[in-house]
């Protein structure tokens, strides 16, 4: 199948009019931001980052060979390096080594292949519909049939083909477009299967099963989670009937794929592969902490649009990791899905003020995850 497909040694169609940073994506007029300027580091920097990576390798072994061992003697320095950041070098094998996908994928040989070419989905037309608008600014998937978008094409629709209950969902392509800049077609997919299927943290497939169920217990949660630890927040929300929905769906869909600065994405991704979905919580609550003392004074319509758009001093990882992991959620988790089970299933379940925890009617779910991803820019960068 596909080879590896780096940023460096992908197979673009035409050359692009506009310089594009070191990710591949095209540099806007005025762009500051930082990969744009990673090149130019001091000396000093270039060393550290090189030490950096000789620790990696050294932690992992050839080809992942010392990986596990490493994590059951030091699991503590595995989770400290692991925040501070992969070298985007070794990103593609310590997201397959963490995830768990590097062993589905010695487990089921052919498999990715036999589905890509053999069998046939439903969902085909809504693929090819769907993946021009995945990552547009970035060169490997720009060129329309390129092969950046041939593999996003065979990735989601061998998904589709192996999960028939799940099938295809609009989110889905921007994970596998994620995916696809660090790995081949193959190893894509079973990291994607290792995510829904729970190979190492809890299942995922409810995020793109009809109705969304977990999307929406997801919500419960958080927005229970900062009425918790922002209460002033929470009640401003409340008061100006605004809800996790109308802002918050896509981080969870996409795991902060869609909108939010490509350096962030990345950041966000290595600590959420090893540590889980309570890293994004974490992240939402650290973004909303960071804007707290602004987004209680704003009416409905400025603060829906701070909610979708946050500062660049938001995102900055080094500045966000400390305040979103600032917050300890996962025995506050386990109750909230507690309460949500109990409240969805239980005798008021119908009662008005339990309806929004009730599940999409299937027919409406591709409306709901197509509004969900216009909210931002369809644009990454």
């Known amino acids: 199948m596909d080879k590896k497909k780096d940023v460096d040694d992908i197979e673009p169609g035409p050359a692009p009019s506009r310089p594009v940073d070191r990710f591949g994506f095209i540099k806007t007029e005025q762009s500051n931001s930082p990969e744009g300027i990673l090149k130019s580091r001091p000396t000093h920097e270039r060393g550290r980052e090189e030490r950096r990576i000789r620790k990696w390798r050294k932690m992992i072994g050839t080809g992942g060979s010392d990986w596990k061992h490493y994590v059951r003697r030091n699991p503590h320095v595995v989770k400290r390096r692991i925040r501070k950041g992969i070298p985007d070098c070794l990103r593609g094998l310590v997201w397959q080594l963490i995830s768990g996908s590097r062993d589905l994928l010695l487990m089921n040989p052919g498999v990715y292949e036999t589905l890509v070419i053999y069998e046939t989905s439903t969902s085909e037309l809504e693929i090819i519909r769907d993946i021009s608008r995945t990552f547009p600014s970035h060169i490997f998937f720009q060129q329309r049939h390129g092969p950046g978008q041939r593999s996003l094409y065979n990735v989601l629709k061998a998904y589709s083909v192996y999960d ?218």
């Open 164 to 381: 028939r209950d799940v099938g295809y969902v609009q989110g889905m392509g921007f994970i596998a477009g994620l995916l696809l800049l660090y790995m081949s077609e193959e190893d894509a997919f079973w990291l994607i299967v290792a995510l829904l299927k729970g190979a190492v943290h809890a299942p995922m497939e409810g995020l793109y099963q009809a109705g969304l169920p977990l999307v929406q217990q997801y919500l419960f949660q958080f927005e229970k989670l900062v009425q918790e630890h922002m209460p002033k927040l929470g009640q401003h929300f409340i008061e100006e009937m605004i809800n996790p929905s109308m802002y918050a769906s896509q981080w969870f869909i996409t795991v902060f794929s869609y909108s939010f600065p490509f350096p962030m994405t990345l950041r966000v991704w290595d600590v959420f592969l090893y540590e889980g979905i309570k890293v994004v919580f974490q992240v939402g609550l650290g973004l909303l902490r960071f804007c707290h003392d602004d987004l209680v004074k704003l009416p409905f319509e400025e603060l829906l649009h701070s909610l979708r758009y946050f500062p660049d001093e938001a995102t900055d990882p080094d500045t966000l990791f400390p305040l979103a992991f600032s917050f300890k959620v996962n025995s506050s988790l386990e109750e909230l899905e507690k309460e949500y089970r109990k409240r969805l299933d239980g005798p008021n379940a119908s009662s008005s003020s339990s309806k929004r925890l009730l599940p999409l009617k299937s027919k409406t779910m591709s409306r709901a995850v197509s509004q969900v991803l216009s909210i931002s820019n369809v644009g990454k960068k």
